[in-house]
């Protein structure tokens, strides 16, 4: 008498057999999420989200670390804006925020060091 073909979980399956049932859409464990966080998943994005907006609020505004005309602080924060984002996704450094602002610095600084060299020579 032939015995039918077992379906327990340690048999071994053909590759033409195809599975009697499905499983149910109830048991899949991501169906019910939704696509946008809520204001609590947001507030729980400790410490990227504190640090980012200390940054940006505090820090890119401060004057030592700001330009004094406005053109010139949208030109930086654009500067700081891609460094800290090529830093970021190149190394993978936590200190993407304050490199980012060392390169805004440093792109201040030559800009003043070509002005005043620039305004010298006219001068003489």
Request: aromatic residues 12%; hydrophobic residues 40%.
């Amino acid at each position: 008498m032939p015995q039918p073909p077992s379906t327990g979980p340690d048999s071994p399956r053909s590759e033409d057999e195809t599975p009697r049932t499905r499983p149910l859409e109830r048991f899949w464990p991501y169906a019910e999420l939704s696509e946008e966080p809520t204001a609590e998943e947001l507030a729980a994005l400790d410490p990227d989200l504190h640090a980012a907006l200390f940054f940006a609020f505090f820090f890119l505004t401060d004057p030592p670390t700001s330009p004094n005309r406005y053109r010139d602080q949208i030109i930086c924060a654009l500067i700081v804006a891609a460094a800290g984002y090529l830093i970021f996704e190149r190394l993978g450094a936590a200190h993407y925020l304050l490199s980012g602002v060392l390169v805004g610095n440093v792109w201040e600084a030559g800009r003043r060091y070509v002005g005043s060299r620039l305004r010298a020579q006219g001068t003489t």
